[in-house]
């Protein structure tokens, strides 16, 4: 059985979405899953009530924070995290540059990796985003699975064939299901690529 950890950084909700459904994707394929999220920088204390990001708040309480060391147990590894000016969100960055000590010992050396973003704008750097996230996992060893034009939910969500790139339409309806299809695909394939 594959050991799967999804990490995840995520404001208003999209990312938490999608972390979630590959959580239970690979729940339901047999893989063992730890689904965390990253710890926030931000101060929460003002958050409006009701607002997308105090709801996303209530929705991940019961989720734990990521450690290095839930990367170290796992074989495979998604990192999902919103798209911020083209770039990865810095609660993720600061994740990751907590990521010295397993990496310096060569615990992240082959693990399989792959990554998802959201964005306002379908060319507002979803590509980009994934892409930042694949080059800390170059330095740690690890073999990068990107999707590929492996299925047909990949054009449909928009042909990028680094990962999966949600673009956000409104705070009720953010995941089409276009790209559930295509989280639900990406996520098998790590799997199958990291058990073979
Ligand atoms: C500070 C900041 C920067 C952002 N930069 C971009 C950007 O460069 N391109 C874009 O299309 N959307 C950008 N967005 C929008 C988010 O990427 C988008 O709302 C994303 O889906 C949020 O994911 P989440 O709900 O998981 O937090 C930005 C949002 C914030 C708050």
Redesign the pocket.
């Known amino acids: 059985m594959s050991k799967l950890t999804i990490v995840?950084?995520?404001?208003?909700?999209?990312?938490?979405?999608?972390a979630k459904l590959a959580a239970k994707t690979a729940q339901e394929y047999g893989a063992e899953v730890r689904l965390r999220r990253v710890k926030e920088l931000r101060d929460t204390s003002n958050v409006t009530a009701d607002s997308?990001?105090a709801k996303?708040i209530e929705a991940e309480k019961d989720i734990e924070i990521a450690t290095p060391e839930d990367l170290v147990w796992a074989d495979a590894i998604i990192i999902?995290?919103?798209?911020?000016?083209?770039?990865i969100?810095s609660q993720m960055k600061n994740f990751i540059d907590s990521l010295g000590a397993v990496w310096s010992k060569g615990q992240l050396v082959n693990k399989y990796v792959t990554a998802f973003?959201?964005?306002?704008?379908?060319?507002?750097?979803?590509e980009s985003?994934i892409k930042t996230i694949y080059t800390s996992a170059m330095h740690w060893g690890s073999i990068i699975v990107p999707t590929g034009f492996t299925d047909d939910s990949i054009y449909a969500q928009g042909g990028n064939p680094y990962g999966v790139s949600?673009?956000?339409k409104d705070?009720d309806d953010?995941i089409e299901n276009d790209v559930e299809n295509a989280i639900i695909h990406q996520t098998k394939r790590l799997l199958d690529v990291a058990s073979n």
């Open positions: 995840y950084y995520s404001q208003t909700g999209v990312n938490l979405k999608m997308p990001w996303k999902s995290s919103p798209t911020r000016f083209g770039n969100a973003s959201s964005s306002q704008n379908a060319n507002g750097g979803q985003t949600a673009t956000q705070n953010i």
